[in-house]
């Protein structure tokens, strides 16, 4: 019996999730003593100290299983945020938040709104719960919150909002979301995907965290990107006492690790590292996206800690040639993004390597 006959068929839909390329393949492959890795939107200047020094107090404690209810850090992030301690899930990033919101809510055949393109796991999430995806073309690379709302059935059980987006670096503004939730069924349940919440710096961008009070609204964020720790996997998401309680039901009993959370609640307390991580992507965003129009290339304005541009090329000679010199970025010709990569912001030292390189290789005749 052949064992792709015993699978479930939703499993024969989905292509594995491909992240970024990791350093140690790059070093290894190509025998690179410096490897620069632009391309997870990781936080490039490093964890926060504050967690570092908390994890080296906690590694003796590891024969423990961790507090499954991650009470602590509930606690710490509801101080925070000035959130109810019942309005809280942990994730094991927030990945895995996603995949328990299509767990307990997404029927088979069910429907699910995404656009198009969009951060990869919601598609593949849905498709692994069996549900219809619904998918939503980017207007002028950013969600078109209306098309998408056009598109709600009695069968949509959820639609999700990157934002910002992955992999454009665009947001909806304040008075799109207010539009976008007036009137929405009760039956659909909106997930705001805020990864990227902290880089955030323009004054019309939403807490969305204040619509959980509808009862149908989730709001995910993580620790993996301006607090440093994608290593650990650790996010949370806000949403209705209701919510929550379903989510935790069925979730793993010890989804975040013990060390994990530790770090978590030392990172959230690291005020001097949040604002170094900030100040840094700002300052690379405004070199590079300065660079690119010298250039003449286009880009997509974000407000994250990555960026989107058009090469001009073919995005995956540019991405094999950048690798050469040790350089990782995201070739988004798979994303349907043809002659596109994404890179996120490093040090300066890292954004003038990667100019410096792309100039070289625009220069070269590899544009055939
Ligand atoms: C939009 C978006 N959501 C979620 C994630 C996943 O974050 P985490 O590391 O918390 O699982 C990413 C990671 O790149 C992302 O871009």
Same mark, same amino acid.
């Given at each position: ?198 880089? %955030? ?5 939403? *807490?969305?965290? &204040?619509? /959980?009070? =509808?009862?149908?609204? $989730? #709001?995910? !964020? ?39 959370? %530790? ?5 959230? *307390?690291?005020? &001097?590292? /949040?604002? =170094?991580?900030?100040? $840094? #992507?700002? !300052? ?46 995201? *070739? ?10 994404? #890179? ?25």
């Amino acid at each position: 019996m052949s064992i792709k006959k015993l699978v479930r068929p939703c499993v024969l839909k989905i292509k594995p999730y491909k992240p970024g390329k990791p350093i140690s393949e790059l070093k290894r492959e190509l025998n690179l003593k410096h490897v620069y890795k632009m391309a997870s939107n990781e936080n490039g200047i490093g964890p926060s100290p504050k967690a570092v020094s908390a994890l080296k107090k906690s590694l003796l404690d590891i024969n423990r299983y961790p507090d499954g209810e991650a009470f602590s850090l509930k606690k710490a992030i509801s101080k925070k945020y000035r959130l109810k301690y019942e309005n809280l899930i942990i994730g094991n990033g927030s990945d895995e938040l996603i995949v328990l919101a299509m767990r307990a809510f997404v029927n088979k055949g069910d429907e699910v709104i995404i656009a198009d393109p969009t951060f990869l796991i919601y598609k593949l999430a849905a498709t692994l719960a069996n549900a219809k995806v619904i998918t939503v073309p980017l207007k002028a690379f950013r969600y078109d919150l209306a098309a998408m709302k056009a598109k709600i059935t009695a069968r949509t059980k959820m639609i999700f909002i990157a934002n910002p987006d992955n992999p454009t670096g665009s947001y909806v503004n304040r008075k799109e979301i207010e539009q976008f939730l007036k009137g929405l069924p009760r039956h659909v349940i909106v997930f705001f995907d805020e990864a990227y919440f902290e880089y %955030v710096y323009t004054r019309d961008y939403p *807490d969305t965290t &204040k619509y /959980i009070r =509808r009862g149908n609204v $989730i #709001v995910s !964020r993580t620790f993996s990107k301006a607090y440093g720790l994608s290593g650990l996997r650790i996010g949370w998401a806000a949403t209705s006492p209701d919510i929550a309680g379903y989510l935790n039901q069925v979730r793993e009993p010890f989804n975040a690790n013990s060390l994990a959370q %530790v770090a978590a609640i030392a990172a959230l *307390d690291d005020k &001097k590292h /949040i604002e =170094r991580s900030k100040n $840094i #992507v700002c !300052r690379g965003l405004k070199y590079l996206t300065e660079e690119f129009k010298k250039l003449n290339l286009f880009f997509v304005p974000s407000v994250t800690n990555f960026i989107l541009v058009k090469v001009g090329m073919k995005s995956e000679i540019v991405y094999q040639r950048l690798l050469k010199q040790g350089i990782i970025v995201r *070739d988004m010709s798979g994303w349907g993004l043809k002659d596109f990569i994404r #890179v996120t912001i490093g040090n300066q030292k890292e954004n003038r390597l990667f100019i410096s390189n792309l100039k070289k290789i625009l220069n070269t005749d590899a544009k055939k």
